[in-house]
């Protein structure tokens, strides 16, 4: 059974930084794309960033480009999302999440088969 726990978030200031940490149990996370999502309440669910399942490719949402990198540690069986000069606007729930669609080397924010949906780890910026 695909299981992920995030963890990471937090209450941070405006400009400040975060690094969200998606641990994998029970299969080795590098069998597939890794997709962070967020949603806010009464908002659909946003693509935020990819990684490929050999990290050769990522994607960012244009509303995080330049600010936020995602990474992948193999030995550790997790997926990062570092998170730099954070907004008010970025306040919402995380997500991680395997496509179970991965090509090999690619990955997509949309048309992903994203079935497998944690408890997710808040983010707060706020002064």
């Known amino acids: 059974q695909l299981q992920l726990a995030e963890s990471g978030g937090g209450l941070v200031q405006p400009g400040g930084s975060l690094r969200l940490s998606c641990a994998a149990s029970g299969f080795p996370l590098d069998f597939y794309a890794i997709g962070w999502f967020r949603q806010a309440p009464g908002k659909e669910r946003e693509g935020v960033s990819c990684i490929s399942n050999n990290g050769v490719s990522t994607k960012y949402a244009d509303s995080v480009k330049g600010r936020f990198t995602i990474s992948r540690d193999k030995d550790k069986n997790t997926v990062y999302l570092q998170m730099n000069s954070l907004r008010p606007e970025d306040t919402t729930i995380y997500y991680c999440?395997?496509?179970?669609?991965?090509?090999?080397?690619?990955?997509?924010?949309?048309?992903?088969?994203?079935?497998?949906w944690g408890q997710g780890t808040q983010v707060t910026v706020s002064s």
């Open positions: 999440t395997p496509d179970l669609a991965t090509v090999e080397g690619m990955c997509v924010m949309t048309g992903g088969t994203y079935n497998y």
